[in-house]
């Protein structure tokens, strides 16, 4: 028996609250309309159900626990992710996943510009496309991609991995494509069997970095003195 | 900050309503724009008929006796009527000469808007104060858009608020800030356009008035756009007959919108849009970077 808090007439803060204060047991938010931080700073390991759509920082700061949102979300979905997991049935807008250190983003729909920008742990999968910038300074985890990705995937990654089954626009800076080893198809079955998403790794390919942007190149120390 | 609203209903089914659900849409809109307030909404206007939106600010024309000399002057009829320091005159009679003659000889006055369909209201002040004081959810019609301002480029006044005018029957709301804008205003100046402001969002509708005075579409004069305005923007521009939406290359300022079959909404914020009838049903999307929208009854 889950516990309802209908936001038409229980403040964000009410919400929030008791969602903090409580150490187990399943909780329904409905009539969300939009409204920004719903179930930020989850700590124990409590299931919320969002019925409906969402705005900025959803499931911000996760760090137990299920949070479902039976609709989109908007900026931030689950900024700076600990562990547990995250996941929404529609779409998400911009810097999904955003700085994530560890546990699961699903979105079974498309997310927009920078998702998983500088991830650092956390892994993301995308039923749909991601949008421009997507992976941008990606150091840790990976970014799962079903659809494609729009222009500049990966710009300035350093050691996460990116796995896209469909069409890449372009790469961004330092991104390149990667071999395919065992042991990436062995992750990536992991993280589809984890958000339950019907996809044949095989179809993959994979990206990451390239590393020449680690370490100071000779070559570059015109640019350098004349940028003193 | 800043917040954005615009809505276009493609059927009869919610035209009654159009005031009153821009009003709510606004309203959500709030905390992102409290300093100042202005929407522009559309009908399908009255074929041969000019509707002119003037402000006065500074002074308390007398707006029968303003009429009167305007008549005089196009010799045709003028209706007017006035709603705090806004009037908008009406005649059959030539538009251009009306909206000129306003400006030339207008009693102090700014005029906000010109055209066919469209009026336009804004001033400084508690958003939702504005959309009461200037009675926008008694409004019908085809489309609305609004801002809700927080100002951070120039200051808090009724001439820094949106919606700009770009043209008849053409405006334009902005979310962000233009990096460029006083290179650019140099060189529209240079190109007979004139500034009231230092805002950089009047720069941006400029730009688009100078381009469509050129003969561009408004599709032409946006891909224009793309390349001479540098800044983080989403714009919404209303058109005749329908709006269209831009955002810059990198997309940092939001944009969300929602169609279903009677309507297209689009929004800073989703919640804007989560009160409107049927939401449930809409398709909801993101704008992409770059990317030229535009809704109209005429396509």
Same mark, same amino acid.
């Given at each position: 028996?889950?516990?309802?808090?209908?936001?038409?007439?229980?403040?964000?803060?009410?919400?929030?609250?008791?969602?903090?204060?409580?150490?187990?047991?399943?909780?329904?938010?409905?009539?969300?309309?939009?409204?920004?931080?719903?179930?930020?700073?989850?700590?124990?390991?409590?299931?919320?159900?969002?019925?409906?759509?969402?705005?900025?920082?959803?499931?911000?700061?996760?760090?137990?626990?299920?949070?479902?949102?039976?609709?989109?979300?908007?900026?931030?979905?689950?900024?700076?992710?600990?562990?547990?997991?995250?996941?929404?049935?529609?779409?998400?807008?911009?810097?999904?996943?955003?700085?994530?250190?560890?546990?699961?983003?699903?979105?079974?729909?498309?997310?927009?510009?920078?998702?998983?920008?500088?991830?650092?742990?956390?892994?993301?999968?995308?039923?749909?496309?991601?949008?421009?910038?997507?992976?941008?300074?990606?150091?840790?985890?990976?970014?799962?991609?079903?659809?494609?990705?729009?222009?500049?995937?990966?710009?300035?990654?350093?050691?996460?991995?990116?796995?896209?089954?469909?069409?890449?626009?372009?790469?961004?800076?330092?991104?390149?494509?990667?071999?395919?080893?065992?042991?990436?198809?062995?992750?990536?079955?992991?993280?589809?069997?984890?958000?339950?998403?019907?996809?044949?790794?095989?179809?993959?390919?994979?990206?990451?970095?390239?590393?020449?942007?680690?370490?100071?190149?000779?070559?570059?120390?015109?640019?350098?003195?004349?940028?003193? | 900050?800043?917040?954005?609203?615009?809505?276009?209903?493609?059927?009869?089914?919610?035209?009654?309503?159009?005031?009153?659900?821009?009003?709510?849409?606004?309203?959500?809109?709030?905390?992102?724009?409290?300093?100042?307030?202005?929407?522009?909404?559309?009908?399908?206007?009255?074929?041969?008929?000019?509707?002119?939106?003037?402000?006065?600010?500074?002074?308390?024309?007398?707006?029968?006796?303003?009429?009167?000399?305007?008549?005089?002057?196009?010799?045709?009829?003028?209706?007017?009527?006035?709603?705090?320091?806004?009037?908008?005159?009406?005649?059959?009679?030539?538009?251009?000469?009306?909206?000129?003659?306003?400006?030339?000889?207008?009693?102090?006055?700014?005029?906000?808007?010109?055209?066919?369909?469209?009026?336009?209201?804004?001033?400084? !002040? =508690?958003?939702?104060?504005? *959309?009461?004081?200037?009675? %926008?959810?008694?409004?019908? #019609?085809?489309?609305?858009? +609004?801002?809700?301002?927080?100002?951070?480029?120039?200051?808090?006044?009724?001439?820094?608020?949106?919606?700009?005018?770009?043209?008849?029957?053409?405006?334009?709301?902005?979310?962000?800030?233009?990096?460029?804008?006083?290179?650019?205003?140099?060189?529209?100046?240079?190109?007979?356009?004139?500034?009231?402001?230092?805002?950089?969002?009047?720069?941006?509708?400029?730009?688009?008035?100078?381009?469509?005075?050129? !003969? =561009?579409?408004?599709?032409? *004069?946006?891909?224009?756009? %793309?390349?001479?305005?540098? #800044?983080?923007?989403?714009? +919404?521009?209303?058109?005749?007959?329908?709006?269209?939406?831009?955002?810059?290359?990198?997309?940092?300022?939001?944009?969300?919108?929602?169609?279903?079959?009677?309507?297209?909404?689009?929004?800073?914020?989703?919640?804007?849009?989560?009160?409107?009838?049927?939401?449930?049903?809409?398709?909801?999307?993101?704008?992409?970077?770059?990317?030229?929208?535009?809704?109209?009854?005429?396509?």
């Amino acid at each position: 028996m889950s516990i309802v808090v209908d936001l038409e007439t229980s403040t964000l803060r009410e919400l929030n609250a008791a969602l903090h204060a409580a150490d187990s047991g399943d909780f329904s938010v409905v009539n969300p309309r939009g409204a920004h931080a719903v179930a930020a700073g989850i700590n124990t390991s409590i299931a919320v159900t969002v019925e409906g759509s969402v705005g900025y920082y959803c499931a911000g700061m996760h760090q137990a626990g299920r949070v479902l949102v039976q609709g989109n979300a908007s900026t931030g979905l689950a900024e700076n992710i600990m562990s547990g997991e995250v996941r929404i049935t529609g779409s998400a807008t911009m810097s999904a996943g955003a700085t994530g250190h560890g546990g699961l983003l699903v979105i079974e729909g498309n997310s927009g510009a920078r998702c998983g920008i500088s991830m650092k742990g956390v892994d993301i999968v995308v039923g749909g496309n991601v949008g421009h910038m997507s992976a941008f300074m990606a150091q840790a985890g990976s970014l799962v991609v079903l659809g494609d990705a729009a222009a500049d995937l990966g710009d300035s990654i350093y050691e996460a991995n990116v796995f896209v089954r469909g069409d890449v626009a372009s790469l961004g800076a330092d991104c390149i494509e990667k071999e395919m080893r065992p042991d990436h198809i062995a992750t990536l079955a992991n993280l589809l069997s984890a958000a339950a998403m019907d996809a044949d790794p095989a179809d993959f390919r994979r990206f990451g970095s390239a590393r020449q942007l680690y370490n100071f190149h000779v070559d570059d120390i015109d640019a350098e003195v004349a940028a003193r | 900050m800043c917040g954005i609203v615009g809505l276009f209903m493609k059927t009869d089914r919610y035209r009654s309503r159009l005031g009153e659900l821009t009003a709510v849409m606004l309203h959500e809109m709030r905390e992102r724009g409290p300093d100042s307030a202005g929407f522009a909404v559309y009908d399908q206007g009255q074929p041969g008929r000019t509707r002119v939106t003037v402000l006065a600010e500074r002074s308390t024309p007398d707006w029968g006796q303003v009429a009167a000399s305007l008549e005089a002057q196009l010799g045709a009829a003028v209706a007017v009527r006035s709603i705090r320091d806004h009037a908008v005159f009406e005649t059959d009679g030539d538009g251009r000469a009306a909206r000129q003659w306003l400006i030339d000889h207008g009693p102090d006055v700014d005029v906000l808007s010109y055209g066919n369909q469209i009026e336009l209201y804004k001033s400084v !002040g =508690d958003p939702d104060l504005v *959309a009461s004081n200037y009675d %926008l959810a008694s409004r019908t #019609g085809t489309h609305a858009i +609004a801002h809700t301002r927080m100002a951070t480029e120039s200051a808090i006044t009724t001439n820094g608020s949106h919606p700009f005018v770009t043209g008849a029957d053409t405006c334009l709301v902005h979310n962000g800030s233009f990096s460029n804008h006083n290179q650019l205003r140099e060189r529209l100046v240079q190109r007979g356009e004139s500034f009231q402001t230092e805002n950089d969002t009047e720069v941006a509708a400029a730009y688009v008035s100078w381009r469509l005075r050129e !003969g =561009d579409t408004i599709d032409q *004069a946006l891909q224009r756009a %793309l390349v001479d305005l540098d #800044g983080f923007y989403t714009l +919404a521009i209303g058109i005749k007959s329908g709006f269209a939406i831009l955002r810059d290359p990198i997309s940092c300022k939001p944009a969300v919108v929602a169609e279903t079959d009677d309507w297209v909404a689009m929004s800073s914020e989703y919640r804007a849009i989560a009160q409107l009838p049927d939401v449930v049903h809409a398709e909801v999307f993101e704008p992409e970077p770059s990317r030229i929208y535009t809704w109209s009854l005429a396509s």
